[in-house]
């Protein structure tokens, strides 16, 4: 995984608005965001791969794994 990757965002508003091609950016491109309410991150978007990557090196007893 490269960890260089520019995390880019986006607000609320914009993804309510272009969702498809804000997924389309992140599917092609793999583009890293951040969702913004108010000034405020309140999510992250990430490529699916990258995503399970992650969830497959948790430690297995971590309590924050998704149900």
Do not use: C, W, Y
Not at 18 to 32: F, K, P, Q
Not at 37 to 47: L, N, Q, W, Y
Request: aromatic share 2%; glycine share 2%; proline share 6%.
């Amino acid at each position: 995984m490269d960890t260089s990757k520019q995390t880019n965002v986006v607000t609320a508003t914009m993804l309510q608005r272009e969702i498809g091609s804000i997924l389309r950016r992140v599917a092609n491109n793999r583009e890293h965001l951040v969702v913004e309410r108010d000034g405020f991150p309140i999510v992250a978007i990430i490529p699916i791969d990258e995503f399970e990557m992650l969830i497959k090196n948790l430690p297995t007893n971590s309590k924050n794994l998704p149900k």
